[in-house]
T-cell receptor, first 114, second 116 residues
Framework: AQSVTQLGSHVSVSEGALVLLRCNYSSSVPPYLFWYVQYPNQGLQLLLKYTSAATLVKGINGFEAEFKKSETSFHLTKPSAHMSDAAEYFCAVSDRGSARQLTFGSGTQLTVLP | NAGVMQNPRHLVRRRGQEARLRCSPMKGHSHVYWYRQLPEEGLKFMVYLQKENIIDESGMPKERFSAEFPKEGPSILRIQQVVRGDSAAYFC??????????????FGPGTRLTVT
């Protein structure tokens, strides 16, 4: 079964600083990978996805993530944090086979300090 | 193009009552997924449906929970005889049919169920 590990349930950065949110997956076959953002009392919004094309994926709001097969990682980065980036971020994987359910990590709460 | 719609947004039920959660997928989407988010946790898959078919219900509790996606109308997640442990946010997601799929799922705003 797929599993996703997000290191750090809470991350704090200063406004303008680099954002790095970590995600590792467990799968012998590279899955599809996603990052979602959730603002309080709202649904999830897709930030970006990896489905087998370029390993460096650019998403919305200046976020990007790099797929590293050797490290089974898909870390999310943003060069300069903005106050509006404060939210919860979820990494998710989906099997490349017929199963299409998403398996989510436990989430990382990002706080941006002024 | 309207997004995924869920209603109600908030639902309060007493122990033993039934809860019905509705989900209308995005226009043109024929695949629906239900996820549950318990407090301080990530989302957990419950069930995957296509029109008139349950494709994968491996995440559904064996008792009291059921889901359907009829030919006409929204998908329904039904919880019978609710207990306090059912209190959670329930999210619906939809995706296009296989073939053109990028496998991304679009999420609704969720229904927050509180059992008193």
């Amino acid at each position: 079964a797929q599993s996703v590990t997000q290191l750090g349930s809470h991350v704090s950065v200063s406004e303008g600083a680099l954002v790095l949110l970590r995600c590792n997956y467990s799968s012998s076959v590279p899955p599809y990978l996603f990052w979602y953002v959730q603002y309080p009392n709202q649904g999830l919004q897709l930030l970006l996805k990896y489905t087998s094309a370029a390993t460096l994926v650019k998403g919305i709001n200046g976020f990007e993530a790099e797929f590293k097969k050797s490290e089974t990682s898909f870390h999310l980065t943003k060069p300069s944090a903005h106050m509006s980036d404060a939210a919860e971020y979820f990494c998710a994987v989906s099997d490349r086979g017929s199963a299409r359910q998403l398996t989510f990590g436990s989430g990382t709460q990002l706080t941006v300090l002024p | 193009n309207a997004g995924v719609m869920q209603n109600p947004r908030h639902l309060v039920r007493r122990r033993g009552q039934e809860a019905r959660l509705r989900c209308s997928p995005m226009k043109g989407h024929s695949h629906v997924y239900w996820y549950r988010q318990l407090p301080e946790e990530g989302l957990k898959f419950m069930v995957y449906l296509q029109k008139e078919n349950i494709i994968d219900e491996s995440g559904m509790p064996k008792e009291r929970f059921s889901a359907e996606f009829p030919k006409e109308g929204p998908s329904i997640l039904r919880i019978q005889q609710v207990v306090r442990g059912d209190s959670a946010a329930y999210f619906c997601a939809s995706s296009p049919a296989v073939g053109g799929a990028s496998y991304e799922q679009y999420f609704g705003p969720g229904t927050r169920l509180t059992v008193t």
